[in-house]
């Protein structure tokens, strides 16, 4: 936090490109290679001004003409001395630029670092922090809103209001300790169980909203299954619309998932690509079958794939390996290769699955007209395949102010929180002195001050900020 950090903010390939320098030497190190075309030098600079000059190098010669942007602290992003060189977007100017600060004490920034020093020096805690990363990461109107949400401090609100009501609880149930050979109630048992069926409410909201969060952030997950050769690999590819995966005619040759996200209709989803599941004796392939009934299990939607040469037996072996881990999904039974298939042989495949779906299927949220014939190959009845998988994520619209939980991390705090009221209210009801119920208090007030960076070690913070991009 002592040493002054310089990293390019912008991505290669525009016209223009932003150094971003911060710490207590940025205005100095700036000022030794970079001089206005006229005016004040730029250590006497006003902050929030731009000042147009020249950058030099060490023998004098101009490396380029740029526009410089001094920050003064503390009303920077980063809460120090923020300076933003905007220079041409040469590869070359920018490396030249970044070596030159570095020749005189600066140092190369770390993958979020600029954001780390954000939120060490009180900017915006831990959570704002990490929305940071998802509203760059955002690649549907859904997640940009979520994390402008988080960004904007709406989550850190509601968890300010949850930790204030936990507080109130734990100060009246320790002050009763302090008072306890006089044996005074400060605490009235009744409204403290109304106050924790209340924070339970909020609670369990935010835990619940989790499922549709990490949807939105991460993409619905889609499973693609079937048997070997049905055609999963090459549906893959129709769907993202790019070679993803290797196309072959030798059953067997995906062995591992494969994974792709697409935007459908403001949806994004996440396709995985398994292996093909039969009878094998090869390990390689086993250990690939388990992998890909594990996807399934993970997945809100599963595409089962039947390739129409299977015989019946086959298409049953592989129905009742797969259906059975399809129960709270939605199903789509789809037969490829339309193009090969005659009339009569088609609908009795159809007949076949809607048989086994209804022996196999107990709990799947599918019905008869999720199944039908497409051609991966020659993308025949795909817009069908999209109507579904769009009808089937039927995810919320997302307003401004919706408090949705998108983040693993918060999520297992809000979880484990949850647990800590849940044992508060037992206690409670079974009448525990209050030493015992305060524990479990303060415990779900110290795993909400974990996600708001409260309470943390270098650690969780160095795999948070490790998943940034260098430059924030």
Same mark, same amino acid.
């Given at each position: 936090?002592?040493?002054?950090?310089?990293?390019?903010?912008?991505?290669q390939?525009?016209?223009i490109?932003?150094?971003?320098?911060?710490?207590?030497?940025?205005?100095?190190?700036?000022?030794?290679?970079?001089?206005?075309?006229?005016?004040?030098?730029?250590?006497?600079?006003?902050?929030?001004?731009?000042?147009?000059?020249?950058?030099?190098? !060490?023998?004098?010669?101009?490396? !380029?003409?740029? &526009?410089?942007?001094?920050?003064?602290?503390?009303?920077?992003?980063?809460?120090?001395?923020?300076?933003?060189?905007?220079?041409?977007a040469?590869?070359?100017?920018?490396?030249?630029?970044? &070596?030159?600060?570095?020749?005189?004490?600066?140092?190369?920034?770390?993958?979020?670092?600029?954001?780390?020093?954000?939120?060490?020096?009180?900017?915006?805690?831990?959570?704002?922090?990490?929305?940071?990363?998802?509203?760059?990461?955002?690649?549907?109107?859904?997640?940009?809103? &979520?994390?402008?949400?988080?960004?904007?401090? !709406?989550?850190?609100?509601?968890?300010?209001?949850?930790?204030?009501? &936990?507080?109130?609880?734990?100060?009246?149930?320790?002050?009763?300790?302090?008072?306890?050979?006089?044996?005074?109630?400060?605490?009235?048992?009744?409204?403290?169980?109304?106050?924790?069926?209340?924070?339970?409410?909020?609670?369990?909201?935010?835990?619940?909203?989790?499922?549709?969060?990490?949807?939105?952030?991460?993409?619905?997950?889609?499973?693609?299954?079937?048997?070997?050769?049905a055609?999963?690999?090459?549906?893959?590819?129709?769907?993202?619309?790019?070679?993803?995966?290797?196309?072959?005619?030798?059953?067997?040759?995906?062995?591992?998932?494969?994974?792709?996200?697409?935007?459908?209709?403001?949806?994004?989803?996440?396709?995985?690509?398994?292996?093909?599941?039969?009878?094998?004796?090869?390990?390689?392939?086993?250990?690939?079958?388990?992998?890909?009934?594990?996807?399934?299990?993970?997945?809100?939607?599963?595409? +089962?794939?039947? !390739?129409?040469a299977?015989?019946?037996?086959?298409?049953?072996?592989?129905?009742?390996?797969?259906?059975?881990?399809?129960?709270?999904?939605?199903?789509a039974?789809?037969?490829?290769?339309?193009?090969?298939?005659?009339?009569?042989?088609?609908?009795?495949?159809?007949?076949?699955?809607?048989?086994?779906?209804?022996?196999?299927?107990?709990?799947?949220?599918?019905?008869?007209?999720?199944? +039908?014939?497409?051609?991966?190959?020659?993308?025949?009845?795909?817009?069908?395949?999209?109507?579904?998988?769009?009808?089937?994520?039927?995810?919320?619209?997302?307003?401004?102010?919706?408090?949705?939980v998108?983040?693993?991390r918060h999520?297992?705090?809000?979880?484990?929180?949850?647990?800590?009221?849940?044992?508060?209210?037992?206690?409670?009801?079974?009448?525990?002195?209050?030493d015992?119920?305060?524990?479990?208090?303060?415990?779900?007030?110290?795993?909400?001050?974990?996600?708001?960076?409260?309470?943390?070690?270098?650690?969780?913070?160095?795999?948070?900020?490790?998943?940034?991009?260098?430059?924030?």
């Amino acid at each position: 936090m002592n040493d002054t950090i310089c990293a390019l903010a912008t991505p290669q390939g525009g016209a223009i490109s932003i150094i971003r320098v911060s710490g207590p030497g940025a205005i100095e190190y700036v000022s030794g290679i970079f001089t206005p075309r006229k005016g004040q030098p730029l250590a006497a600079r006003k902050s929030h001004t731009v000042v147009f000059g020249d950058i030099c190098t !060490d023998g004098k010669e101009i490396l !380029d003409e740029v &526009l410089v942007t001094v920050m003064r602290a503390p009303y920077t992003y980063t809460g120090e001395d923020v300076i933003e060189i905007s220079c041409h977007a040469s590869s070359y100017i920018t490396q030249q630029l970044l &070596l030159l600060l570095l020749n005189l004490g600066a140092r190369q920034a770390d993958p979020g670092e600029f954001t780390m020093r954000a939120f060490l020096n009180g900017k915006m805690d831990l959570s704002r922090a990490e929305a940071v990363a998802d509203l760059i990461a955002s690649s549907s109107k859904a997640s940009h809103r &979520l994390a402008m949400n988080q960004l904007k401090g !709406d989550f850190s609100n509601e968890l300010a209001g949850l930790r204030d009501k &936990l507080l109130k609880l734990t100060t009246l149930m320790e002050l009763e300790l302090d008072f306890s050979e006089e044996d005074v109630e400060f605490a009235d048992r009744t409204q403290l169980m109304q106050l924790c069926d209340e924070i339970d409410r909020v609670m369990t909201r935010l835990t619940n909203s989790f499922a549709v969060g990490n949807a939105v952030k991460n993409g619905v997950p889609v499973a693609i299954v079937g048997e070997t050769n049905a055609g999963k690999s090459t549906l893959l590819n129709a769907l993202l619309r790019e070679e993803r995966a290797i196309v072959s005619d030798i059953s067997g040759t995906t062995r591992d998932t494969i994974e792709g996200l697409m935007n459908i209709g403001g949806t994004t989803f996440r396709f995985v690509d398994t292996a093909g599941v039969r009878e094998t004796q090869d390990v390689v392939e086993r250990i690939g079958i388990e992998r890909a009934l594990e996807q399934l299990k993970k997945s809100s939607i599963a595409l +089962w794939l039947v !390739d129409p040469a299977a015989d019946y037996t086959q298409m049953e072996i592989t129905a009742k390996k797969i259906l059975p881990e399809c129960k709270d999904k939605k199903l789509a039974v789809l037969i490829n290769k339309s193009d090969t298939i005659r009339d009569e042989r088609l609908a009795e495949i159809l007949e076949w699955c809607k048989s086994l779906v209804a022996e196999c299927g107990d709990g799947i949220i599918w019905n008869e007209n999720d199944m +039908w014939a497409i051609s991966a190959r020659y993308r025949s009845n795909l817009d069908r395949l999209e109507e579904f998988l769009v009808r089937s994520a039927a995810l919320p619209a997302i307003s401004s102010g919706d408090v949705v939980v998108t983040n693993v991390r918060h999520y297992e705090a809000l979880t484990r929180a949850l647990a800590n009221i849940k044992e508060v209210k037992q206690g409670l009801e079974l009448g525990l002195s209050g030493d015992l119920v305060s524990e479990h208090l303060r415990a779900a007030i110290h795993n909400l001050s974990e996600i708001v960076g409260e309470v943390t070690n270098d650690e969780v913070l160095g795999n948070i900020f490790a998943n940034f991009c260098i430059g924030k």
